[in-house]
């Protein structure tokens, strides 16, 4: 028999298997929520490969382009200032050879001695050209004999002209001779010039102003004419060098490329090494207006003078130029040229990508050059461009990295300090100040 309970509901309505009322709701809730997340999940994940993908993608694109560091040109300054090696010389100079063979009497001036023109430096005692001079004179004097008895016989001979008792052929016989005569004379009279002349080289004497610079001679030696005293292989050397310095000659080998500033108005600063910090100013003399083919320089020739006779001849000095610059003239490092069958190019950067610009270059300065047509101040120039750089390849520009030895980079860190286990280790990290390790210390 059914009961009905107070709810109005019967007791057979009750559900037999025990569950609760709403299970099925609960279930079908806890399934939709597992989907759900299974849903959120599978989209998370796709979400993150996606992405994960789009950043493979782009970092595999960013690295695909070349990294690259760009430099600016820089004008050329208003001033151009170079350093090269110069000579000096002395404004004049000359060796002073013997003219006559004998030997030094007697030697009067030594180094570094100031003379005037017409100073004896030496005296040569030359007995043969004595003997020689003595027997030039005498031949003189018999010649001068025979010439006065040709002429009184050529005047006897003349005044018995217009009688019957010569004849005129014998006439002209004895003007004849006295002629011959007479040229004999001056022949004797311009050898004994000769030899007077010989006579007056056994002093040897200064041929200007100035100082001796050398002295190679002693009492005794035997000099040749020509020359000086005979060394072991046979050769002559000069006797004494004498040098006016009142002005020093300046020569420098100026490199083609600064030829273009070669002119009367060019000037440059000396320094000597015997005197740090002092400067002399020196002026253009001339140029030799031809290359050397060996070393593609002119000898430019400047002035300066030594009035103190503080610089000295054949010293090394170093010429600091200094000459109009070129503003206007676009530089940039030599590193950055590209050298191609189309001839020299550089590598411009626009919007993320090469253009190859064809340029003429100029001077060059050693680390970097003119560029003289093809690039203006503006361009972006890559700073080391690779060899298979291409127009048109995109690149990626990036800041230059400094080396280790930059003394503009901020300074490194302290390294940490070694574990204990590793302190001993030397073979991980020598120390050149620290023993060696013995056998059988590592445990």
């Known amino acids: 028999m059914n009961t009905v309970s107070p709810e109005g509901r019967s007791s057979g309505d009750q559900n037999p298997g025990g569950k609760p009322p709403g299970g099925k709701s609960r279930t079908r809730l806890l399934v939709i929520i597992v989907v759900l997340l299974a849903v959120i999940l599978a989209a998370v994940g796709l979400i993150e490969r996606m992405a994960h993908y789009h950043s493979l993608e782009t970092e595999a694109d960013d690295w695909s382009r070349a990294r690259v560091t760009l430099i600016a040109p820089e004008p050329g300054p208003s001033v151009r200032t170079f350093d090269l090696p110069a000579n000096l010389a002395a404004w004049y100079q000359a060796p002073i050879y013997a003219q006559v063979s004998g030997y030094v009497k007697m030697w009067y001036r030594d180094y570094g001695a100031h003379v005037k023109e017409g100073d004896v430096l030496a005296e040569i005692s030359t007995p043969s050209l004595d003997a020689q001079y003595e027997g030039a004179k005498a031949n003189y004097n018999v010649v001068l004999a025979q010439y006065k008895l040709a002429d009184i016989t050529a005047r006897r001979w003349a005044a018995l002209k217009g009688t019957q008792a010569v004849s005129r052929q014998e006439v002209d016989v004895q003007a004849a001779n006295a002629a011959a ?141 200094t000459a109009p610059g070129e503003p206007g003239v676009m530089i940039v490092p030599i590193n950055s040229l590209i050298f191609r069958a189309q001839g020299t190019q550089l590598a411009k950067v626009v919007n993320n990508h090469v253009h190859l610009v064809d340029v003429t270059v100029g001077i060059n300065y050693g680390t970097t050059i003119q560029i003289l047509k093809g690039i203006s101040k503006t361009d972006q120039i890559v700073a080391n461009p690779t060899a298979d750089m291409l127009e048109g390849d995109e690149v990626k520009v990036v800041s230059a990295t400094r080396g280790y030895n930059d003394a503009t980079a901020a300074p490194r860190k302290n390294l940490p300090e070694a574990k204990p286990e590793m302190q001993g280790d030397t073979r991980a990290m020598p120390n050149d100040g620290a023993p060696m390790p013995q056998e059988g210390a590592h445990q």
């Not at 020509?226 to 310095?245: C, K, M, W």
């Open 181 to 321: 005569e007479k040229a004999r004379v001056e022949q004797a009279q311009h050898e004994v010039d000769r030899y007077v002349a010989l006579e007056n080289f056994k002093k040897i004497v200064a041929p200007f102003d100035g100082v001796v610079t050398s002295r190679l001679v002693n009492v005794g030696d035997y000099v040749n004419a020509g020359g000086g005293d005979v060394n072991r292989q046979g050769n002559a050397t000069e006797l004494f060098t004498v040098a006016d310095v009142h002005r020093i000659r300046v020569f420098v080998s100026v490199p083609q490329d600064y030829a273009a500033v070669i002119s009367d108005k060019l000037s440059a600063k000396l320094t000597v090494p015997q005197y740090p910090g002092r400067e002399y100013t020196a002026q253009y003399l001339t140029t030799a207006e031809a290359f050397n083919a060996a070393t593609r320089t002119v000898t430019t020739e400047l002035t300066i003078g030594n009035e103190d006779n503080s610089l000295w001849p054949d010293s090394y000095a170093t010429a600091h130029f």
